[in-house]
């Protein structure tokens, strides 16, 4: 069975511009859950969906991030515009039930200049 | 908020040598608790968990205990491997406050020498 994958693996990117980051849970997991972890600093939560609908958006940062998942299925992450402090790790876990196991995806690493 | 503060290293350490990774935490509920661990190009594995106070949470040789009156969760290896070089993250979840989200501390690489 495939585990949660990310893609891209890495980004640079230039401040202004928009990047999309992609998560594919593991099939069948209806929950999906982004974090971030900006150098030296905790991972921290963003946001989490059940199936497609937002359960808890309580860690997104700013206006400028928007995320998205069509169909229940995989989710994406868009920055727009990307600033400097939005450098860092994104990382995406799945969960097959509601407070079960979070299984994680190697990470996006995102470099703004 | 919930919060996590763990040991942050970096650590080297020879083969066999005894591991401690001290993790206090402050939770307004009665959370769960967890250690990941992070291997080189690897996404975070959960490496063990406790859900109660004085659960012992255990795999691969680490173990930890769950303490409410210390609000602890310290990881410790008898004798670790070369293969234990990794990032190790502290986290929790405050279940009972409704929210699934993980609170995680800001991890602490360990490098184990042959």
């Known amino acids: 069975e495939a585990g949660v994958t990310q893609f891209p693996s890495h980004s640079v990117i230039e401040k202004g511009q928009t990047v999309t980051l992609r998560c594919d849970p593991i099939?069948?997991?209806?929950?999906l859950y982004w974090y971030r972890r900006v150098m030296g600093k905790e991972i921290k939560f963003l946001l989490h969906?059940?199936?497609?609908?937002?359960?808890?958006e309580s860690g997104m940062p700013n206006n400028r991030f928007l995320a998205e998942r069509t169909g229940g299925t995989y989710s994406t992450l868009k920055v727009q515009p990307a600033e400097l402090e939005d450098s860092g790790v994104y990382f995406c876990a799945s969960s097959q039930v509601r407070q079960g196991e979070q299984y994680f995806g190697p990470g996006t690493r995102l470099t703004v200049t | 908020g919930d919060s996590v503060t763990q040991m942050e290293g970096p650590v080297t350490l020879s083969e066999e040598a005894f591991l401690t990774i001290n993790c206090t935490y402050t939770?307004?509920?009665?959370?769960?608790l967890f250690w990941y661990v992070q291997y080189p190009g690897e996404g975070l594995q959960l490496l063990l968990k406790a859900t109660k106070a004085d659960d012992k949470g255990s795999n691969k040789g680490f173990e930890a205990t769950y303490r409410k009156e210390t609000t602890s969760f310290h990881l410790e290896k008898g004798s670790v491997q070369v293969s234990d070089s990794a990032v190790y993250f502290c986290a929790l979840s405050d279940r009972q406050g409704g929210s699934e989200k993980l609170v995680f501390g800001k991890g602490m690489k360990l490098t184990v020498n042959p």
């Open positions: 969906f059940v199936k497609e609908s937002k359960q808890d």
């Open positions: 939770a307004t509920g009665y959370p769960s």
């Open positions: 099939s069948g997991h209806d929950n």
